[in-house]
């Protein structure tokens, strides 16, 4: 049921001008993907040195706090802007994208990656402020920075995967690869 709902909305999404006009364009894909990539080293940068200085692996002497201050902003521009080319990546190639096992995986990493940043911040506020100096930082933040660490890391090898996505739906006979995948048409005709 999602995967024909997606299909046809990558197939509704690749049917516009504009999407169209993405994948035509002699540079237009390049510098979106380019664009996409040089955003992710500054926002994921940011975070891994905030995460690093969590885990107290590098700055042991500058509080954790004025770390966080100084990339809050950086990182999260460099968020913004990361996601809105990621968004016209897929908007330029959705029919291929969507199908992807490496970006349906990616997807779901991200997703994971976000909740752990949003309970990451969550602990981190309602942490007694004693702990900012020390040179590691308490055990729960210890553990929501390496599971971000772990995440992105896996965001960032599944998005590089995506251009040489394994599966070819025209290809696969597996059902379990087919489906999670989103072969629509492959796993009607088995």
């Not at 990616?106 to 981190?124: D, Q, R």
């Not at 929501?144 to 006979?173: E, F, N």
Request: hydrophobic letters at 55%.
């Amino acid at each position: 049921m999602i995967n024909e709902l997606l299909l046809q909305f990558g197939q509704w999404m690749e049917a516009q001008q504009y999407s169209q006009m993405l994948v035509a364009g002699y540079y237009s894909y390049s510098w979106l993907e380019a664009t996409h990539v040089l955003t992710l080293m500054v926002s994921i940068g940011s975070l891994f040195i905030i995460d690093f200085r969590m885990l107290g692996w590098i700055l042991p002497n500058v509080s954790a706090s004025t770390i966080a201050d100084r990339l809050h902003k950086p990182m999260m521009i460099g968020f913004a802007i990361m996601f809105i080319t990621g968004f016209l990546l897929v908007y330029a190639k959705p029919v291929e994208t969507i199908q992807s096992l490496w970006f349906r995986i990616k997807m779901v990493l991200l997703v994971l990656a976000f909740i752990n940043a949003w309970i990451f911040n969550a602990k981190m506020k309602a942490a007694d402020g004693n702990w900012d100096n020390d040179s590691v930082a308490p055990r729960n933040l210890r553990v929501g920075a390496i599971l971000s660490l772990v995440l992105w890391c896996g965001v960032v090898t599944m998005g590089r995967y995506i251009p040489y996505d394994w599966v070819d739906c025209d290809k696969t006979q597996n059902s379990t690869i087919l489906w999670a995948a989103g072969c629509v048409d492959q796993l009607k005709a088995l």
